[in-house]
């Protein structure tokens, strides 16, 4: 059974800092995703990365695919009460399954 | 809208009870997913269809459970004899291709089921 891990389960922070988030595995993905979930929501895309080495940037938001893509991390700079949510990864075992990790939750505060 | 949407939003059933949690997703998309998200957990794979073609269920928790999609569009998941584990959030997603191109999954906003 392939399994994704996620650190820190829980994240508080305050507005204007930096975090990074991470997602971790023992298996392989041919690509692993990040998505955002909020209360009463279901997750939204934040981004797909594929090669393993991948950094890809969103505004403020920077994703990185590990080399071996077994695990991967999400950077956010000068967080914003916007960015309160659920982060979560998912990984793709070459189309034969969708794995989601647990998740991390944060909470940005004003 | 164009979305997934899924109905009813909040359901709540008496132990013993059989449910149906409707998913309409976005139109013309090949592949449907159906995901159990427990309180504070990420989303767990339960079945998923390729038009009307159930490819997959191996997330099934158990035979009391039972997803349709009769005509390729509307997909039906049906909860029988419903126990408090199956309390949870129910999501749906689609995509515009079939499940193993890794196109975007787009997700409803689910059903939250409680059972009683």
Same mark, same amino acid.
């Given at each position: 059974t392939q399994l994704l891990e996620q650190s820190p389960q829980f994240l508080s922070i305050q507005e204007g800092e930096n975090l990074t988030v991470y997602c971790n595995s023992s298996s392989v993905f041919s690509s692993l995703q990040w998505y955002r979930q909020e209360p009463g929501e279901g997750?939204?895309?934040?981004?797909?990365?594929?090669?393993?080495?991948?950094?890809?940037?969103?505004?403020?938001?920077?994703?990185?695919?590990?080399?071996?893509?077994?695990?991967?991390?999400?950077?956010?700079?000068?967080?914003?009460?916007?960015?309160?949510?659920?982060?979560?990864?998912?990984?793709?075992?070459?189309?034969q399954n969708f794995v989601f990790g647990p998740g991390t939750r944060l909470s940005v505060l004003p | 809208g164009a979305g997934?949407?899924?109905?009813?939003? &909040?359901?709540? /059933?008496?132990?013993?009870?059989?449910?149906? $949690?409707?998913?309409?997703?976005?139109?013309?998309?090949v592949?449907?997913?159906? &995901?159990?998200? /427990?309180?504070?957990?990420?989303?767990?794979? $339960?079945?998923?269809?390729?038009?009307?073609?159930?490819?997959?269920?191996s997330g099934l928790p158990s035979d009391r459970f039972f997803a349709e999609r009769p005509e390729g569009s509307v997909s039906t998941l049906k909860i029988q004899r419903t126990q408090q584990e199956d309390s949870a959030v129910y999501l749906c997603a689609s995509s515009k291709g079939p499940p193993q191109?890794?196109?975007?999954?787009?997700?409803?906003?689910g059903t939250r089921l409680t059972v009683l």
């Open positions: 997750p939204v895309l934040l981004v797909t990365v594929v090669t393993g080495g991948e950094v890809k940037k969103l505004k403020r938001l920077t994703f990185q695919f590990g080399d071996a893509r077994k695990d991967s991390s999400l950077h956010i700079t000068a967080a914003q009460p916007g960015d309160t949510g659920l982060y979560l990864c998912a990984g793709d075992n070459y189309g | 997934v949407s899924q109905s009813p939003r &909040y359901k709540v /059933a008496k132990r013993g009870q059989d449910v149906a $949690l409707r998913c309409d997703p976005i139109s013309g998309h592949s449907l997913f159906w &995901y159990q998200q /427990a309180l504070g957990q990420g989303p767990e794979f $339960l079945t998923y269809f390729q038009n009307e073609a159930q490819l997959d269920k191109s890794t196109d975007t999954q787009y997700f409803g906003p």
